[in-house]
């Protein structure tokens, strides 16, 4: 019964936020003169901002949301760890990693998407390691070993990137790219973006009856023909294109896939199949929020979305842990 009403609320909630997030901007367009250059394309100016800058920054956020939200309900049901999210295996690092790579280079003023796709790339090679470091027969111990691996072994290669830069406004550029914002965003981000994230949510979704199979333990699991190896091989296929596309258009921004499917967990019974669509609305409603208030809290500063994210994020973290505790006492 709580699933039936959470799923709808949560999906109107987001309907609502995504509105919001249209109609709030620097710009200061009235309700019914936005609403129409919208829909109808009346005012010159007035529907360049409505449909290229806001709307696609408001479909980018639904995008990372779902991408974020997913993965991080995805990995913790795998992992059997509520403290599992998608940074976990090094997709993020790795891909950010790329995407510093081709700052510091200038290769990501060769052509106005070489970003993003240097960011995919560094994914994509993540992918490989960590298949490849897993092996095909490895375990969720493993899997989360060899992600932390990835993930030091890209933030110290970043590092040393940032260290021995020659040129100090390549790292300003880098850094405040690192931080995570949705600003800027036009629809080319969404069509390189989407493709790829539209196939890792597919992935993510075919992992649900394998999740609540797992819940019984990995021998139960077997018995009722659940194939580890390839569960394992879906799910992080689907977290590489889900967050390394996420990664790859709007920067690192955490807490959403760890934060999301803890608050969530309570109201599906911990069914980690039914946490899935759950905590992809919770996500997308999250980022939505979020970015509708870096552009009403310090406009005039370029408040970043990981920035804001992190401040909100971590205490919720933290009070969620404590609820815990004082629950298991």
Known sequence: MRLTL???????LVAL???VSLLVG?????????????ISGEGEAVTLVMREIRLPRAILAVMVGVSLGLSGAALQGFLRNPLAEPGLIGISSSAALGAVIALQTGFATAF???????????????????LLLAGPRGGSLTLILAGIAISALAAAFL?????????????SETVFWMLG??????????????????????LLFSTARGLDALTLGQ???ETMGIHLGRLRLRLVAGVAASVGAATAVAGAIGFVGLVVPHILRPFVGGRPGALLPASLLGGTAMVLAAD???????????????????IVGAPLFLHLIYKTRRAMA
Do not use: Q, Y
Not at 163 to 170: D, G, I, K, R
């Open 6 to 12: 959470l799923l709808p609320g949560l999906a109107a």
């Open 17 to 19: 936020l995504f509105w």
């Open 26 to 38: 620097p710009a200061g367009f009235g309700l019914g003169e936005s609403l129409r250059a919208l």
């Open 112 to 130: 106005a998407l070489a970003l993003p796709v240097s960011a995919l790339t560094g994914a994509l090679v993540s992918v490989l390691l960590l």
């Open 159 to 171: 590092s040393l990137v940032l260290n021995l830069s020659p040129n100090p406004f390549a790292v």
């Open 181 to 202: 914002s949705l600003a800027d965003r036009s629809f080319d981000h969404v069509a390189i973006a989407l493709p790829l994230m539209a196939v890792g949510w597919l």
């Open 219 to 221: 021998d139960a699991a």
């Open 292 to 310: 509708i208030a870096v552009r009403l809290i310090l406009p005039d500063r370029d408040l970043k979305l990981g920035v804001l994210m992190a």
